[in-house]
Nanobody, 120 residues
Framework: VQLQASGGGLVQAGGSLRLSCAASGSIFSMNVMAWYRQRPGMPREWVASMVSGGARSYADSVKGRFTISRDNAQNTVYLQMNNLQPEDTAVYYC???????????????WGQGTLVTVSS
């Protein structure tokens, strides 16, 4: 299984971006999907997550501005980011816990990271 993250770029403050994370390979079910970010000089931090039943959670710093969603048919997870601010500048990573077959345990996979830069 591989995760391919995309959608990062340079945007002005107040702008929007949508990140995508496409999972490929043998996938039976995606159970927990999440986005993390690592800001310059800081440890990686959790941004948002979504479980297979649809419940979503967000870090306080992005609540009301970011939305996590998924496309089951495409095995893709999205992060819609609105009203971006300079403090959102970071490398964003997707993380998916999934089962490759009906009888396998959950495994954890990470995307390669996509850089988001927000100018003031």
């Amino acid at each position: 299984v591989q995760l391919q993250a995309s959608g990062g770029g340079l945007v002005q403050a107040g702008g929007s971006l949508r990140l995508s994370c496409a999972a490929s390979g043998s996938i039976f079910s995606m159970n927990v999907m999440a986005w993390y970010r690592q800001r310059p000089g800081m440890p990686r931090e959790w941004v948002a997550s979504m479980v297979s039943g649809g419940a979503r959670s967000y870090a306080d710093s992005v609540k009301g501005r970011f939305t996590i969603s998924r496309d089951n048919a495409q095995n893709t997870v999205y992060l819609q980011m609105n009203n971006l601010q300079p403090e959102d500048t970071a490398v964003y990573y997707c993380n998916i816990q999934l089962r490759r077959t009906s009888g396998s345990r959950r495994n954890d996979y990470w995307g390669q990271g996509t850089l988001v830069t927000v100018s003031s």
